[in-house]
């Protein structure tokens, strides 16, 4: 996990090469330590992810802003965390 400088914080977390449900899993914890209105940005590998961040930012109050594919393998989440 990394975070920037900047109006609000930002943070990556990369869980390429990760089975379902470890992507969610891990992106939950570590949302849990975020404060509301952060960006979080997640790399996943697992094409299971496509469904289960959305479902999972539902569940968990956080707003999915972007979902997209780079290539066959990868997806880029943007989520903000929610209060």
């Known amino acids: 996990m990394t975070s920037g400088p900047g109006e609000g914080e930002k943070v990556a977390l990369d869980l390429r090469g990760l089975k379902c449900p470890l992507p969610v899993l891990r992106a939950r914890k570590a949302a849990k330590g975020l404060a509301p209105g952060t960006l979080l940005e ?3 590998s697992d094409p299971r992810a496509r469904d289960d961040f959305p479902a999972f930012c539902e ?4 707003a999915l802003l972007d979902c997209a594919a780079e290539g ?9 965390i929610g209060g």
């Not at 569940?59 to 956080?62: I, K, S, T, V």
């Not at 066959?72 to 903000?80: E, G, H």
């Open 72 to 80: 066959d393998t990868l997806w880029r989440f943007r989520l903000r």
């Open 42 to 44: 997640v790399l996943a």
């Open 59 to 62: 569940n968990d109050g956080h």
